[in-house]
Nanobody
Framework: QVQLVESGGGLVQAGGSLRLSCVAS????????MGWYRQAPGKQRELVATITSSGRTNYADSGEGRFTISRNNAKNTVYLQMNSLKPEDTAVYYC???????????WGQGTQVTVSS
């Protein structure tokens, strides 16, 4: 129904910045919200930030003030701007879309972010 492709991950030093992108394709007209989640080795996947179709945003405490989620509807793309990165931000970052009336979930394949100290 919906395909998500993330990009923009990589290796960065502490204090640096990265911008992740997630391009959606398929039946995107019924996407209700999109978000970024992350999973570090040995830990559960956790919320980073979400943005609704109306543009309302929500952030986890870990990224508040450092991360910004945004969307470009013309490009069917959601971004995560990450500033002041810390080693504890190291994880695989996943894009998720909530689709349709019952908020079916679609996930991307993930992009690795590694922050060196």
């Amino acid at each position: 129904q919906v395909q998500l492709v993330e990009s923009g991950g990589g290796l960065v030093q502490a204090g640096g910045s990265l911008r992740l992108s997630c391009v959606a394709s398929g039946r995107i007209f019924s996407i209700r919200a999109m978000g970024w989640y992350r999973q570090a080795p040995g830990k559960q996947r956790e919320l980073v930030a979400t943005i609704t179709s109306s543009g309302r945003t929500n952030y986890a405490d870990s990224g508040e003030g450092r991360f910004t989620i945004s969307r470009n509807n013309a490009k069917n793309t959601v971004y995560l701007q990450m500033n002041s990165l810390k080693p504890e931000d190291t994880a695989v970052y996943y894009c998720k879309a909530d689709w349709g009336t019952f908020s079916d979930e679609y996930w991307g394949q993930g992009t690795q972010v590694t922050v060196s100290s």
